[in-house]
């Protein structure tokens, strides 16, 4: 019996887990799914790669395909919110190895691809959906879906929902979907704003947590190179030629950086790709396929793919310019030491980077060793240029409260306003120790 069925999935979905060589629980696995199957609200914190998306999905297909019968036209039964395209991506096609023989509809959408094509898809009725926040509110303003038969609602990697100013969509969202409905937040960091987002949307939920927030995996090797921003592209070039056959991934904080970076590393004979929010979808999925079978070894990111990628073989992670928001360093070098796997993280820091270094720092409750350079005295800081266009705000078609043709205001706020705090909270009437009421 696989050892999951011990946890309480029905039979056909541990010989799935089975044929996909899937036998051991990982821990935040073991501790989620027998409560989520159990109907109770769940808060689960554990570092990036441990198999969240299990957690969570096993269980509600645990649940949808005992129902027996196909939903109707335009409904959804299950919503799962993700921040990014490749998270969204990642979510559905792992889902799809274990949807009980293909009887479940599993949909996509997200910003990037054809919303006539989705529109079509939706018409059919959708067990599970997997969505971005601004392509769903799109749709749900064209009367292409409705979620009033909804009686789950995931909120993946909530923390960077909240980040890239989804706030508002979420508030959006949430009212149109039953207030008698199971609600699981997964995520590896905890600020503070989560909390109150849990408050929020959650019923008493039961929190799940396998390790401190900001705490990375164990097999990570991480070090720091404290260099001059003038040095940095060539000491990049440097290290990856130590390792030209592995497979690299590299942070550029802004999408004219990741693209500038992408082109000079060409120029020095490396095979190499980008993805950020100005490419098309079908552009970053090919450059992602290109770099998961080794046709590519370098891919230069920005934080759209900080959580959306899972790829076992990368070997590297290169924090080429630091985040601005210190829990997206523990997001980006989780893309290593997957699998079991071990990886290496180097981070670069320039002069103007040091308060952001030392953000990470208090996050990971621990100094970066150091492998190159000495760390920037307070009198030799930099003043902070302007941050151009950032990254991490391209992964989820527009953001609600964008002026058109603009980029989204943090948090959502209208211009001129302070962005306002969750909604009220509204109590849920399910009744504890009862699964979500199902549609019929």
Same mark, same amino acid.
């Given at each position: ?12 979905? +541990?010989?799935? #887990? ?5 036998? =051991? ?13 159990? +109907?109770? =609200? ?19 297909? $645990? ?37 009980? +023989?293909? $009887?479940?509809?599993?949909? *996509?959408?997200?910003?990037?691809? %054809? ?6 898809? #939706? ?14 509110? !799109? ?16 909120? =993946? ?10 706030? @508002? ?24 704003? *989560? ?29 720091? @190179? ?8 060539? #000491?990049?070039?440097? #290290? ?33 790709? %980008? ?9 970053? =999925? ?44 523990? @997001? ?19 002069? !103007?980077?040091?308060?952001? *270094? ?7 409750? *621990? ?5 190159? +350079?000495?760390?920037?005295?307070? %009198? ?13 705000? /391209?992964? /989820? ?44």
């Amino acid at each position: 019996m696989n050892k999951f069925e011990a946890l309480g999935v029905a039979p056909k979905l +541990g010989q799935k #887990l089975t044929e996909n060589n899937i036998v =051991d629980p990982t821990p935040i696995q073991e501790e989620a799914i027998p409560i989520i199957l159990t +109907g109770r =609200d769940v808060m689960g914190l554990a570092q990036t790669g441990t198999g969240k998306t299990l957690a969570f999905g096993l269980p509600i297909i $645990h649940n949808l395909i005992k129902i027996g019968t196909k939903p109707d036209p335009k409904t959804v039964r299950a919503l799962i919110l993700a921040p990014t395209r490749e998270l969204a991506k990642q979510i559905q096609d792992n889902l799809k190895m274990f949807q009980g +023989g293909g $009887h479940l509809k599993i949909n *996509m959408v997200v910003g990037g691809l %054809s919303m006539n094509t989705q529109r079509k898809a #939706l018409e059919r009725g959708t067990d599970i959906l997997v969505a971005t926040p601004g392509r769903l509110i !799109d749709l749900l303003e064209q009367k292409a879906l409705t979620l009033s038969e909804s009686t789950y609602l995931v909120l =993946d990697e909530a923390d960077q929902m909240l980040d890239m100013g989804f706030i @508002h969509a979420l508030r959006q969202i949430a009212k149109l979907i039953p207030e008698e409905r199971q609600t699981l937040l997964f995520s590896a960091t905890m600020p503070k704003l *989560m909390e109150e987002l849990a408050a929020t949307y959650l019923d008493h939920p039961r929190k799940v947590q396998v390790a401190r927030p900001g705490k990375t995996a164990d097999k990570i090797t991480q070090s720091v @190179h404290y260099v001059a921003k003038a040095a940095k592209n060539d #000491l990049l070039v440097e #290290l990856l030629d130590k390792h030209r056959d592995e497979l690299a991934l590299v942070f550029s904080r802004t999408k004219h950086g990741a693209e500038k970076l992408k082109k000079m590393l060409e120029k020095k004979g490396f095979a190499a790709g %980008s993805i950020h929010g100005n490419k098309s979808q079908n552009q970053r =999925d090919r450059s992602l396929a290109a770099f998961k079978s080794g046709d590519i070894r370098i891919l230069v990111a920005t934080d759209v793919a900080a959580r959306g990628i899972d790829i076992p073989d990368v070997a590297f992670v290169y924090n080429f310019d630091l985040p601005n928001v210190p829990e997206n360093y523990v @997001h980006r070098i989780g893309r290593t030491a997957r699998a079991g796997k071990e990886g290496e993280a180097i981070a670069f820091c320039a002069p !103007d980077e040091m308060s952001e *270094m030392k953000d990470i720092e208090k996050v990971l409750k *621990m100094q970066i060793p150091v492998a190159g +350079g000495r760390r920037w005295a307070p %009198s030799e800081e930099e003043a902070k240029p302007k941050r151009g266009g950032g990254g991490n705000r /391209g992964g /989820g078609g527009r953001g609600r409260g964008a002026p058109k043709g603009g980029k989204q205001r943090s948090q959502g706020a209208p211009q001129g306003e302070k962005p306002s705090g969750p909604p009220k909270r509204r109590r849920n009437r399910r009744r504890r120790g009862q699964g979500p009421k199902q549609a019929a």
